[in-house]
């Protein structure tokens, strides 16, 4: 479709949204032309499944979590919540700086996964209401500061996932988390993913990664590259060494900001916390970046933010009260499929310990069940999909070269 006709769809597209009252000044889910966009591309420009898709994540939006996501958002904030320092022992992830192009780059360590750990400090329900919060502030915070800075539109953003000590072991662990988390990206935030990263791919991962691609759309399946250990230089054709925390390759150690890890480095962070003062006060346009606002000095003032709140007691947040975790509870998990129009709303995943009773599996292994050889743990993947041999053959290892899975 041309450009002049797909612009010619989004203002079609808005008048059948307004026609259905779906539509807004002011909504939080985004009016601009590029969020439209976003709708439209995900269901190949056809209207009527576009207009479904948004009505389906406006429902999700008012409901979600039994308050919504603008309540959410007001409860925790997805750059300096209580258990941030311990969700980043479990699970880190984190958006910093951008990439050559201008995407906020988005890391994931998925070598350090693990939920049981994690299920003993936090509820595994609190922690999936940060997991959408994550998802939430990437349109409404990230990209426009990254717009902004860029001169012109950025929508989508550089995921790298980061599999240095992942094993099988832990993908059978938190692959309800991981499915149902590709759910919500997909059917409330779609087309946000520009490009997708994994590196220190271990062997056997394309046993994992068949499984896992049946649950992403066809379209962001087509931009993800795997890399083995041989990554660092593949990388930095596309991101800068001072944009690249150095354990990936780049030069950047976040130095006084409390690592590159916490440091929430990027254009998104200029005068955040007047923004949302702002915004919490229920000035529901001051939350993103507005246009010429980086054109003032820009500092980042969330090392004021970190130390404010180790000052503060530890109950307490910019939204009022925080009730303490509560003993971990036995959650279940929705695994629907993502490839039909009409979606559900995923409830908090679940995930499962191994027979044995052994919730901490070795990380450096790339092991299934217990009492399973590495080779015979692939096997058993296949065993319980037997779909997804017909998904992508070959192996990668360590030593890999870099191999681009689809096309």
């Given at each position: ?15 059948l ?39 389906n ?77 994550n ?9 426009p ?101 150095t ?9 006084g ?28 346009d ?19 933010l ?5 000052r503060?007691p ?5 939204a ?39 919730s ?48």
């Amino acid at each position: 479709m041309a450009p002049k006709d797909k612009q010619a769809t989004v203002e079609e597209f808005r008048e059948l949204l307004a026609s259905q009252d779906l539509i807004r000044e002011g909504d939080t889910i985004g009016t601009d032309d590029e969020t439209l966009h976003r709708f439209l591309r995900a269901r190949s420009y056809n209207l009527k499944n576009a207009a479904t898709m948004w009505k389906n994540c406006l429902e999700w939006r008012r409901t979600v979590e039994d308050r919504g996501i603008d309540q959410l958002y007001r409860d925790i904030d997805p750059f300096d919540y209580p258990e941030r320092d311990l969700v980043f022992e479990s699970w880190p992830l984190y958006f910093h700086k951008l990439d050559k192009e201008g995407h906020p780059i988005n890391i994931h360590h998925f070598g350090r996964i693990d939920l049981t750990k994690l299920g003993g400090k936090m509820s595994l329900e609190r922690f999936w209401q940060t997991v959408l919060v994550n998802c939430e502030a990437l349109p409404r915070e990230v990209l426009p500061a990254a717009t902004e800075a860029a001169g012109k539109p950025i929508l989508g953003t550089c995921v790298v996932i980061d599999l240095s000590g992942f094993g099988i072991g832990q993908f059978w662990h938190m692959k309800d988390f991981a499915r149902s988390s590709f759910q919500v990206s997909q059917d409330y935030f779609p087309e946000t993913v520009a490009r997708l990263a994994i590196v220190n791919a271990p062997r056997g991962f394309t046993a994992i990664w068949n499984v896992m691609k049946p649950w992403i759309a066809k379209e962001t399946a087509a931009k993800v590259t795997i890399m083995g250990s041989d990554y660092k230089s593949k990388l930095l054709d596309f991101i800068d060494a001072d944009s690249l925390p150095t354990y990936l390759g780049g030069a950047c150690t976040c130095d006084g900001q409390g690592g590159c890890k916490k440091s929430n480095a990027g254009p998104w962070m200029h005068n955040r916390r007047r923004r949302r003062e702002l915004w919490l006060e229920g000035r529901r346009d001051t939350c993103a970046i507005k246009p010429g606002e980086l054109g003032q000095e820009q500092v980042s003032e969330d090392a004021a933010l970190r130390e404010e709140h180790e000052r503060a007691p530890a109950e307490e947040t910019e939204a009022g009260t925080h009730t303490p975790p509560t003993q971990r509870k036995e959650l279940s998990g929705s695994t629907s499929e993502t490839s039909s129009v009409e979606t559900s709303s995923p409830t908090t995943p679940s995930f499962s310990v191994h027979e044995d009773g052994d919730s901490h599996p070795d990380p450096h292994k790339l092991d299934g069940p217990p009492g399973l050889s590495q080779e015979k743990s692939v096997d058993h993947v296949y065993e319980q999909h037997p779909e997804t041999r017909q998904v992508q053959g070959g192996a990668l290892h360590k030593e890999a070269p870099v191999q681009v899975v689809a096309h």
